[in-house]
């Protein structure tokens, strides 16, 4: 096990996302370590590498910016969030299909919503996504929590904006002004 977490610290130390989830799926073959288990020590090594403040950590690029996709990454790192972030989401609203698909796949697993029940439902394409979440969730897990909470208010944002846009485009200036209010009441106290 000594040479595996090696290697994984190894991996830990590249930026190269894609090539490390590669050389996490063929360090788990090659040693016979369930995949999961390799992944779950790569990114203890990982959160630990970023605590103590390591390049890696410096030098990374988030991977995404939307907050669908940073929704699903703390789902898949935390999968405790999973109800409250599902109670929450409205899942029609989301704009990535493959997000939608795979929230919609989670919705249906009950309590099992680790890993592995994600993996073991999802399609070829959104394992990918899963993969690629799970060694780089986009976000610092310290603050899961608030990272969640600022997803939602930028969903809301969103769709207030949306909304603003249809009632100027239709002439509704008695739903503009109400709409404009609300995103000016909304954003003065930070919701």
Same mark, same amino acid.
């Given at each position: 096990?000594?040479?595996? %977490? ?5 991996? &830990? ?6 090539? $490390? ?5 063929? /360090? ?12 779950? !020590?790569?990114? #203890?090594? @990982? ?7 390591? =390049?890696?950590?410096? $030098? ?13 990454? &703390? ?13 929450? /989401? ?6 990535? #299909? ?7 796949? *989670?919705?249906? *697993? ?11 439902? &999802?399609?070829?394409?959104?394992? %990918? ?7 780089? =969730?986009?976000?610092? =897990?310290?603050?899961?929590? #608030?990272?969640? !909470?600022?997803?939602? +208010?930028?969903?809301?944002? +969103? @769709?207030?904006?949306?909304?603003? %846009?249809? $009632? +100027? ?5 008695? /739903? $503009?002004?109400? /709409? ?12």
């Amino acid at each position: 096990m000594d040479t595996t %977490r090696e290697a994984l610290t190894l991996i &830990a130390g590249g930026t190269d996302v894609l090539a $490390a989830d590669e050389m996490l799926v063929e /360090l788990a073959a090659r040693t016979g370590i369930h995949e999961t288990a390799v992944r779950e !020590e790569f990114g #203890k090594i @990982k959160n630990k590498a970023s605590r103590e403040g390591s =390049p890696t950590r410096q $030098a990374k690029a988030t991977l995404l910016n939307n907050e669908e996709q940073l929704l699903l990454s &703390a789902v898949i790192a935390f999968p405790g969030k999973a109800d409250y972030v599902l109670s929450k /989401l409205d899942i029609s609203d989301i704009k990535d #299909k493959t997000v939608e698909s795979l929230f919609r796949k *989670l919705s249906l *697993l009950g309590e099992e919503k680790d890993l592995d029940h994600i993996l073991g439902v &999802a399609d070829e394409v959104e394992r %990918r996504i899963v993969t690629r979440l799970s060694v780089e =969730p986009g976000f610092d =897990p310290e603050h899961v929590d #608030k990272n969640i !909470e600022d997803c939602f +208010r930028r969903i809301e944002e +969103r @769709k207030l904006d949306a909304r603003l %846009r249809s $009632a +100027r485009t239709s002439n509704d200036a008695e /739903l $503009a002004n109400s /709409l404009l209010i609300k995103k000016r009441f909304t954003e003065g106290i930070g919701l």
